[in-house]
């Protein structure tokens, strides 16, 4: 089974602090995402990769960062983190993608995190 | 870009009431269609899909059927258990950039 781990479950931080939020798959999959999850709004892609130093900005990718060094970690980053960027922040992976296919492998989940900025 | 609409929730069901989340999406090209599925406390993951017209999608018992004419793709199940209690998203794809979620469906089906 394909396991997205996600580092930390809950995470409080302060406004302004630098925040990472780590993401590590196990099954060696070219495209990585970090989603959003907010009540009433659905999940929101922030970012994805789908190499290694490859990135592309989702669509609400002000205000974060992200990372890929190594292709089974991908990190968010938030520089300034702020009180509108309290929300559920999902990890996915996914085996490829094609520009243009009608069909993509599926999606991979962590189990999310949890983030508070106060 | 894709847009996907799902019905407003919770859904509140009793155990083994028949269960129909609509979905209806607008994309370019000819989509494939996803269904994911959130328990709580966990990511999300895919439950069932159809990448072509008139394919039909199944596991655990839930349903979807892909119509291109209505661009619809609305889940169903004959008989909800109390585990089948969770958030469901539908999602369309056509190979551009990443899977667009609708904004969710949470069911409660009460014993």
């Known amino acids: 089974d394909v396991k997205v781990t996600q580092s930390s479950r809950y995470l409080v931080k302060r406004t302004g602090e630098k925040v990472f939020l780590e993401c590590v798959q196990d099954m060696d999959h070219e495209n990585m995402f970090w989603y959003r999850q907010d009540p009433g709004l659905g999940l929101r892609l922030i970012y994805f990769s789908y190499d290694v130093k490859m990135k592309e900005k989702g669509d609400i990718p002000e205000g974060y960062s992200v990372s890929r060094e190594k292709k089974e970690r991908f990190s968010l980053i938030l520089e300034s983190a702020s009180t509108n960027q309290t929300s559920m922040y999902l990890c996915?992976?996914?085996?490829?993608?094609?520009?243009?296919?009608?069909?993509?492998?599926?999606?991979?989940f962590g189990n999310g995190t949890r983030l508070t900025v106060t | 870009g894709n847009s996907v609409t799902q019905m407003e929730g919770p859904v509140t069901l009793s155990e083994e009431a028949f269960l129909t989340i609509n979905c209806t999406y607008t994309?370019?090209?000819?989509?494939?269609l996803f269904w994911y599925v959130q328990y709580p406390g966990e990511g999300l993951q895919l439950l069932l899909k159809a990448t072509k017209a008139d394919d039909k999608g199944s596991n655990k018992g839930f349903e979807a059927t892909y119509r291109k004419e209505t661009t619809s793709f609305h889940l169903e199940k004959g008989s909800v258990q109390v585990s089948d209690s969770a958030v469901y998203f539908c999602a369309p794809y056509t190979g551009r950039r990443a899977l667009t979620f609708g904004s969710g469906t949470r069911l409660q089906v009460q014993p």
């Open positions: 996915a992976s996914s085996l490829y993608y094609q520009p243009g296919d009608s069909y993509n492998s599926p999606l991979h």
């Open positions: 994309a370019t090209g000819y989509p494939s």
